[in-house]
């Protein structure tokens, strides 16, 4: 490959120059912020910068947002400390789902088969009531169904089915999930 010759294709920021300074120097520290503790304003805040944020969302210290304006979360959805939302593309995160801590969810990656390393950018969608444990990660393109759970410091590159568990590097499944009341 030839560096050199790097791409980003069609892709765009999807904001203007004057958006994503303002978001960088101001709203991303307030929502990454330790001091600021409450949930309330740090939704306000990515609502204000393009964010839909649905009802009864926790934010945990630390959360990192590339793009707010590509960012779609539902009601009571947790989002654990310094998880990383690293999204060129659309991420959307359904009602009752928790990201604990360290999640990292990735929606870009490079054409290695081109000689100018070109940008590729595809959307993670989860699903209602999953559960992605601490320091996973997240590819791009991958969709997590409805009720799936990936397992601690597992890696999907790969679609996850609906209420089965996942666990590993690559994540396989391991088992289904039964809920009880």
């Given at each position: 490959?030839?560096?050199?010759?790097?791409?980003?294709?069609?892709?765009?920021?999807?904001?203007?120059?004057?958006?994503?300074?303002?978001?960088?120097?101001?709203?991303?520290?307030?929502?990454?912020?330790?001091?600021?503790?409450?949930?309330?304003?740090?939704?306000?805040?990515?609502?204000c910068f393009g964010?839909?944020?649905?009802?009864?969302?926790?934010?945990?210290?630390?959360?990192?947002?590339?793009?707010?304006?590509?960012?779609?979360?539902?009601?009571?959805?947790?989002?654990?400390?310094?998880?990383?939302?690293?999204?060129?593309?659309?991420?959307?995160?359904?009602?009752?789902?928790?990201?604990?801590?360290?999640?990292?969810?990735?929606?870009?990656?490079?054409?290695?088969?081109?000689?100018?390393?070109?940008?590729?950018?595809?959307?993670?969608?989860?699903?209602?009531?999953?559960?992605?444990?601490?320091?996973?990660?997240?590819?791009?393109?991958?969709?997590?169904?409805?009720?799936?759970?990936?397992?601690?410091?597992?890696?999907?590159?790969?679609s996850l089915a609906?209420?089965?568990?996942?666990?590993?590097?690559?994540?396989?499944?391991?088992?289904?999930?039964?809920?009880?009341?």
């Amino acid at each position: 490959m030839r560096l050199d010759r790097y791409t980003v294709g069609t892709y765009s920021p999807g904001a203007t120059f004057w958006q994503q300074v303002a978001w960088y120097y101001l709203g991303s520290p307030l929502v990454s912020s330790y001091w600021i503790v409450d949930s309330s304003f740090k939704c306000w805040v990515l609502r204000c910068f393009g964010a839909k944020m649905g009802e009864g969302v926790r934010i945990k210290p630390g959360l990192k947002v590339k793009f707010p304006w590509r960012f779609v979360v539902g009601d009571f959805v947790w989002l654990g400390e310094n998880c990383w939302i690293d999204n060129v593309a659309l991420v959307t995160i359904e009602s009752h789902t928790c990201l604990s801590q360290d999640v990292y969810l990735c929606t870009g990656n490079h054409d290695w088969s081109s000689s100018s390393f070109q940008l590729k950018d595809t959307p993670i969608h989860i699903g209602e009531s999953c559960w992605i444990a601490a320091r996973s990660s997240i590819g791009p393109g991958v969709t997590v169904g409805r009720g799936a759970v990936l397992c601690l410091g597992s890696i999907a590159g790969r679609s996850l089915a609906p209420m089965m568990i996942y666990a590993g590097n690559p994540a396989q499944p391991i088992k289904e999930r039964h809920i009880t009341d």
